[in-house]
């Protein structure tokens, strides 16, 4: 596929509107999450953008610096709720962003890293005392965004060798290991709703396939070591789990394969999922991050049939306009552009071209939508700074040099 140099153009226009934060969130829509030390929202997240767009020439280091100051700001996060998208974690992604490839912010970084090492290791001890206790976890306990597998995704990219990174990895492997359980209940069956509160609307719980809160972030990130190391001892049975339960789910439809985000108790003990369930093709819940993460599968157990679905599933999901238009929103978590990247990594991972021949006509989509829009949104997660990176991906065709996407277990 060749570079789109319109996809370009419009990230550098909405790079442009960002330059400044101080007058980034004057557009915003009211009731935002413009926190510094979120990369959900905040001063971190949209440091993203500058930092990828430096690093390729489009961009300064100075807008960079602006950006991470912005962030850092105020004092340093470790508290009980600090994530990969909330606090000390968050910034070390950053800051490890723009330090790819250099001597930058080292002293920060080291900081932050030994800050987020500490939140990890606490998050662990948590994890492996609720696993001896035998109680269900909750979902911020392993997820991608509160949980471990987004810490994991730090330190794999970080520093892949350190102990923290086998002791994350280890625990994840042991998060998929059963335990007794009535109805066949795969071990990371969580007892709240999807919201992560109690319910009487979901009595029993609920089992998560979603990426961004869901057991889909651990078969990425497990994947993704079984594909470039380091993978701990195993890792390759933890995926097979994984694969093993949603493959029992995985429905199909005349438009092809798919999988429900979630599924509750009663479903599970009558197998049967109702088919106005199916997600909208989003990278929270959809066929962008289960694709994605069946396909990183398929290709780390060598299983060429799984890739394969995992593929066809995302190409027919391209070629459906009533699936399409299920997202009207633009950003990376809920919209068109996380769908745009989770395809263009599809795509460039593919074993056929029908995928990239799909990526121009929904580039073209995310435009026409970010244009015909007056409020605009700032931040990363579901704003226009993740569709200015994913159009950016469009716009140059060549994988991410900050490697951002890993947020989103992506890549």
């Given at each position: 596929m060749?570079?789109?140099?319109?996809?370009?153009?419009?990230?550098?226009?909405?790079?442009?509107?960002?330059?400044?934060?101080?007058?980034?969130?004057?557009?915003?829509?009211?009731g935002?999450?413009?926190?510094?030390?979120?990369?959900?929202g905040?001063?971190a997240?949209?440091?993203?953008?500058?930092?990828?767009?430096?690093?390729?020439?489009?961009?300064?280091?100075?807008?960079?610096?602006?950006?991470l100051a912005?962030?850092?700001?105020?004092?340093?996060?470790?508290?009980?709720n600090?994530?990969?998208?909330?606090?000390?974690?968050?910034l070390?992604?950053?800051?490890?962003?723009?330090?790819?490839?250099?001597s930058?912010y080292?002293?920060?970084?080291?900081?932050?890293d030994?800050?987020?090492?500490?939140?990890?290791?606490?998050?662990?001890?948590?994890?492996?005392?609720?696993?001896?206790?035998?109680?269900?976890?909750a979902m911020?306990?392993?997820?991608?965004?509160?949980?471990?597998?987004?810490?994991?995704?730090?330190?794999?990219?970080r520093?892949?060798?350190?102990?923290?990174?086998?002791?994350?990895?280890?625990?994840?492997?042991?998060?998929?290991?059963?335990?007794?359980?009535e109805?066949?209940?795969?071990?990371?069956w969580?007892?709240?709703?999807?919201?992560?509160?109690?319910?009487?609307?979901?009595?029993?719980?609920?089992g998560?396939?979603?990426?961004?809160?869901?057991?889909?972030s651990?078969?990425?990130?497990?994947?993704?070591?079984?594909?470039?190391?380091?993978?701990?001892?195993?890792?390759r049975?933890?995926?097979?789990?994984?694969c093993?339960?949603?493959?029992?789910?995985?429905?199909?439809?005349?438009?092809?394969?798919?999988?429900?985000?979630?599924?509750?108790?009663?479903?599970?003990?009558?197998?049967?999922?109702?088919?106005?369930?199916?997600?909208?093709?989003?990278?929270?819940y959809?066929?962008a991050?289960t694709?994605?993460?069946?396909?990183?599968a398929?290709?780390a157990l060598?299983?060429?049939?799984?890739?394969?679905?995992?593929?066809?599933?995302?190409?027919?999901?391209?070629?459906?306009?009533a699936?399409?238009?299920?997202?009207?929103?633009?950003?990376l978590?809920?919209?068109?552009?996380?769908?745009?990247?989770?395809?263009?990594?599809?795509?460039?991972?593919?074993?056929?071209?029908?995928?990239?021949?799909?990526?121009?006509?929904?580039?073209?989509?995310?435009?026409?939508?970010?244009?015909?829009?007056?409020?605009?949104?700032?931040?990363l997660?579901?704003?226009?700074?993740?569709?200015?990176l994913a159009l950016?991906?469009?716009?140059?065709?060549?994988?991410?040099?900050?490697g951002?996407?890993?947020?989103?277990?992506?890549?």
């Amino acid at each position: 596929m060749k570079p789109i140099p319109q996809a370009l153009a419009l990230a550098d226009t909405l790079a442009a509107e960002l330059s400044d934060p101080r007058t980034a969130w004057d557009a915003a829509p009211p009731g935002g999450r413009s926190w510094p030390q979120s990369l959900a929202g905040g001063a971190a997240g949209i440091a993203l953008l500058h930092i990828e767009r430096a690093h390729c020439g489009r961009g300064d280091w100075d807008t960079v610096h602006t950006w991470l100051a912005s962030a850092t700001a105020s004092d340093l996060t470790t508290a009980a709720n600090a994530s990969l998208y909330m606090g000390a974690p968050a910034l070390a992604f950053a800051m490890n962003a723009a330090a790819h490839g250099s001597s930058r912010y080292q002293r920060a970084l080291k900081k932050l890293d030994d800050a987020t090492i500490t939140v990890t290791r606490r998050r662990l001890a948590h994890a492996h005392a609720r696993i001896e206790s035998g109680q269900a976890p909750a979902m911020k306990e392993f997820d991608v965004i509160r949980g471990l597998a987004g810490l994991g995704a730090y330190h794999l990219t970080r520093h892949p060798d350190h102990p923290i990174t086998a002791d994350v990895l280890a625990y994840l492997v042991r998060l998929t290991e059963p335990r007794p359980q009535e109805h066949g209940l795969p071990a990371w069956w969580t007892g709240v709703a999807p919201d992560g509160d109690a319910s009487p609307d979901y009595p029993g719980g609920h089992g998560n396939f979603g990426m961004a809160h869901g057991i889909g972030s651990v078969l990425a990130l497990l994947s993704l070591t079984l594909l470039d190391g380091p993978a701990v001892a195993g890792t390759r049975e933890a995926v097979e789990r994984i694969c093993a339960w949603m493959d029992r789910w995985l429905q199909h439809d005349t438009t092809g394969p798919w999988w429900p985000g979630f599924i509750t108790l009663d479903q599970a003990r009558r197998h049967q999922v109702d088919p106005a369930l199916r997600p909208r093709p989003s990278w929270c819940y959809g066929i962008a991050g289960t694709a994605r993460a069946q396909q990183l599968a398929g290709m780390a157990l060598g299983d060429r049939a799984r890739q394969q679905t995992a593929e066809h599933a995302m190409l027919t999901t391209l070629q459906d306009p009533a699936q399409l238009n299920m997202l009207p929103e633009t950003g990376l978590c809920h919209g068109t552009a996380g769908l745009l990247q989770a395809a263009w990594r599809m795509a460039t991972d593919g074993t056929t071209s029908a995928l990239t021949a799909e990526l121009p006509r929904l580039t073209g989509r995310l435009t026409r939508q970010i244009t015909h829009r007056t409020q605009r949104d700032p931040e990363l997660l579901d704003g226009i700074a993740g569709s200015a990176l994913a159009l950016h991906t469009l716009g140059t065709n060549t994988p991410p040099e900050s490697g951002w996407d890993t947020f989103l277990l992506l890549a």
